[in-house]
């Protein structure tokens, strides 16, 4: 199939709770359109480096090989919590990946952080960090914090300056994402806000701080010509890199990783300057990349498969296949994969199937014959299969 076309037909529907949230519309627009955004203020960036890192290195190399899962703030305050904790006592599961900074763009616990508290974006829904921190060590948990960087509509209400606004005034709500606001990924300040969380939450005892939503608000390039806000002469997918390899740059010398989520699609397509992703320019810059490879966001057509939802063996196995072979422009530079898969059934989907044991059997096996042994359960009720093989 042809890739664009393929591109066209690539995300429908709206996962409650996921980090996809594309019409195939704007995925479309993302991929080919390289307008660029206007000049309504522009400003000398203090941090226009080269993209490409000198003297690259894991701040880990014997960390373990993480095979997780995802945990809302608010799940590991209520009794689903145990329920999780012996999925990881029994199984080889042994990391969860948290939300430190959620999709409203709260801080979900207190850091004790004055310049963060002075923002009035924390949302204290976890009690006792300490506490936590310390179940995890018990449990030989490897803790990951997911900070959703650029959707932020808790940020944009209190700093409209951060965000893009309307001729009125008005921040901006991407009615793509029901409403929801993002801040601007040219705003140093906002680099430096979400950086800040991240080592908090490094200080806090989390080993890895997992990246997501870096990037521009999906539709975005049909508005850059008529929104205010800061900017440079950058390309979107050039300042998105760069705040990757800002933030690399900050954390690597405090001992923990970085890792960065992406559509899986992008190994398949040409740079998305629409929303500023680029594979290879932020690959190179951390030392985890995660693609979200689930099954039923790839659409007729792609892998020869007519559902791919239905097919996940093969689905994951052509995902790592465009995955590798993206990589291999970028040589030493590359980072480990660790893709996020499917635990949870896409019942939008034409021709979905019930996933349960087999399919995540059948999406781990893919992943082992493709020589990527590390992965991330995706399912956003915090719900997972029990009895599949892990190892």
């Keep these: 199939m042809d890739i664009l076309l393929a591109a066209l037909m690539m995300v429908w529907g709206n996962l409650s709770g996921s980090h996809t949230d594309l019409t195939i519309d704007q995925l479309v627009q993302a991929s080919i359109n390289s307008n660029k955004p206007p000049e309504q203020v522009v400003v000398n960036f203090p941090n226009d480096v080269p993209l490409i890192p000198i003297n690259k290195k894991d701040p880990q190399p014997e960390a373990v ?3 997780g899962i995802y945990s809302t703030a608010y799940s590991v305050g209520v009794e689903r919590f145990q329920t999780m904790l012996k999925l990881l006592d029994d199984t080889e599961l042994n990391s969860i990946v948290l939300d430190i900074k959620d999709d409203n763009g709260y801080i979900t616990y207190d850091t004790g952080n004055p310049k963060l508290a002075a923002f009035g974006t924390t949302q204290k829904i976890i009690r006792d960090m300490p506490k936590l921190m310390a179940t995890f060590k018990e449990h030989n948990i490897y803790p990951i914090a997911r900070i959703v960087v650029f959707k932020d509509t808790i ?4 700093k ?3 965000s893009f606004v309307n001729a009125d005034g008005t921040v901006w709500k991407n009615k793509a994402t029901s409403g929801a606001s993002f801040v601007n990924p040219y705003m140093q300040e906002v680099w430096d806000y979400n950086i800040e969380v991240a080592k908090e939450a490094i200080k806090a005892g989390f080993k890895e701080i997992q990246f997501d939503y870096v990037r521009f608000p999906e539709g975005f390039e049909k508005r850059a010509d008529i929104l205010k806000y800061t900017k440079d002469k950058r390309t979107r997918t050039d300042v998105v890199s760069s705040f990757v390899k800002y933030a690399k740059d900050q954390i690597t010398p405090l001992g923990a990783r970085v890792s960065v989520d992406i559509f899986g699609y992008a190994a398949s397509v040409p740079a998305a300057e629409g929303i500023g992703q680029d594979f290879n320019k932020i690959s190179m810059n951390v030392d985890v990349i995660s693609p979200m490879i689930y099954p039923s966001h790839y659409s007729t057509g792609w892998f020869d498969s007519k559902v791919p ?3 996940p063996y093969k689905t994951i196995l052509g995902a790592m296949k465009d995955t590798h072979k993206k990589l291999e422009s970028i040589d030493a ?7 996020w898969i499917q635990d949870f059934t896409a019942t ?10 087999h399919e995540l059997d059948e999406q781990i096996r893919a992943l082992k014959e493709s020589g990527v042994d590390e992965f991330l359960l995706w399912n956003s009720k915090n719900r997972f299969t029990e009895g599949v093989k892990y190892n």
């Design 65 to 67: 090989k993480v095979k």
């Design 160 to 162: 409209p300056e951060y």
């Design 333 to 339: 530079l590359k980072p480990i994969i660790r893709p």
């Design 155 to 158: 940020l944009a209400e209190k």
């Design 309 to 311: 939802d239905a097919a």
């Design 348 to 357: 939008w989907v034409p021709g979905h199937i019930q996933y349960g044991k």
